[in-house]
């Protein structure tokens, strides 16, 4: 396959919005083309993440909505639904499209927009992405999920709920950098650990909010990339795995199989480890899902995830940072725009453009989203020349 | 790219059924992989069609789900919806990834379930895929949306409604010859004419059908196909056009640019012509859709479609056999799923196993699928050494 950059990026602000999520996508992606230099004439194609449209807009067949609100009536769009992980599999298949040479200007991106109803509705509405017949009728919804998952962790390594309470605390801080982020303000310990039991041991400040937002890349071939208007950042690696729908047919609920299966097939497409990475997004659905996620990526050994994050391992100035942006936890979760906010927010950090949150000379960046029970994760690589 | 090859094929009967979308799927996915003579392990990634899951049986992230089904919990998953035309584009997006030579044999298919569900339901769910703010609250459900198409093809061509009808009977014909159709059933023109009118001038008998069904295809590279057990039926084009999402935003209702650019892209990619196709199987979710595509294809001159399918054109045995399957008239809508089983018909033609129902000597054929209110269309081509 031919080499793939990212070449331009755009975000909302996260958050509460009174607009559609095409029109919350347009904005991001009008961005995202003026950050490339490009008129939405340049692009070939949309790849388009989004989840419960159908269910919080009544809206299916949201790409060539979006495209239309963007003024770009004709050219191919797909939209990609993989649970919370949607945008980033639609990056996945739209480096293919570029790197095999089809098109050689692509944008993806999603939306969401769940704020226009209530928090129960939103709650059930995420529940589909679990097993409707043997996980929905027994009320798991996904904050039971990743209960069991820190219960298993705790069981298992001993990590405690102040450990988890300080990846909410790290995350709060980051947010307070990022001026997009929906949560600007600071959280402590203690009031992670006296917030409101939502599933035990899972407390209000270890889940990350329901937000509306939308976020959109432009890729393109190294080609065009060499003549951008902006830094390209590339593509090293992008892969995707999966795992049992079913959380009763996974074998250790304290380990994430589809985040190792994609980060080893990530790892392999780029030729680097985990010891080459400098800065990392990574889906902090709950705070236990970070800890996780930190161990499955290879950033530390399986176990110690909840020990660095207590000891400030992945904070700002720490020894590998993960979530500059505040991640899901403060940035918020506008969940089929979320992976392509990922991208956006390491491409910024390799561009060494995100001002006071920059990890400082990032050379190789890493993203990693998560949807449903556990059961699809995409992980992608980028780098700096 | 690559050549790719579909070296398997199956399709569930079409109809009621009392499972699952994802079980349905997971059938038709084993009688696929039998065909191509490979074990499920063979698979390197499942490209998955749904579309209503998330309102019918309250399932988001089908493909994870779908794998399970099926035993393969590891690979990457993708769900794609672009509401009647899903398999199809997960199809297109499969190819690409073959062609680019990311993976050699990878699984593509759909399912839909939706006659658990009442018709009112039914049609209400559809009725996302058109815009949720200018539409819907119009009350334009899509056998509205295409009875303005037909309204404005009469004005323009003189198409007649005894034309309209003239395609559903010769689809029930073709039904007969298919057992794994829903109707099984021949009807007369009179017969049309007199059922009961659903959006005028369209008739019962002029809609297809709601459908529960799934449908795969196995595709591989060109190494693997040629070590196959069954002769490889080759991809020769695969592309995707959009429109305006809003019927308001088009020009002429009498045409579909969207299926104009899809097939000028797939002849294109493949050095072909609409006379050198043979068979074709496309998307006749009402009488006047069929009419429309065979003009926008290229097969007849444009306002002729009508006189083509009074004539006999279309028939088996015609100039050109359309829909040899039934069609989404007779052989039924599961929508997920249409796109994969227009595939598996083409690729049963070429292969000249189509029995009773068989074009004779077909060596080129094409699929068209058409989403929404015309504003997605999928073409390929395929091709028998």
Redesign the interface.
Known sequence: ?RRVAVIGVGVTKFGRHDR?SAELFAEAAADALADAGLPATAVQALYYGN??G??T?????????A??VLGL???????????CASSH?AF??AV??V????SDVVLVGGAERVLNVTTEESTE?FA??????WE?TLGLTFPGVFALVARAHMTKHGTTEAQMAAVAVKNHKHGTLNPKAQFQKEITIEQVLKSAMVADPLKLYDCCPFTDGGAAVVIASEEVAKAAARRPIWVLAS????????IG?KRDLSRV??TE?AAAAAYRQAGLGPQDVNVVELHDCFTIAEIVATEGLGLFEAGTGGVAAEKGWTSLGGKIPVNPSGGLKAKGHPIGATGAAQIAEVVTQLRHDAGPRQVDGARVGLTHTL??NT??VLVSLFGRD
Chains 1, 2 share one sequence.
């Open positions: 396959m559609t989840v419960v159908s269910e807009e009544k809206q299916l067949h949201t790409s060539p909505q495209a239309s009536p004709a050219v191919p769009t797909t939209r990609f639904e993989t649970a599999a996945r298949h293919m499209e790197g095999s040479g089809v509405y589909y992405a679990s097993d409707a017949r929905q892969a995707a795995a999966s795992d049992w729908m079913l047919d199989p589809a299966r949807g449903g059961a699809t």
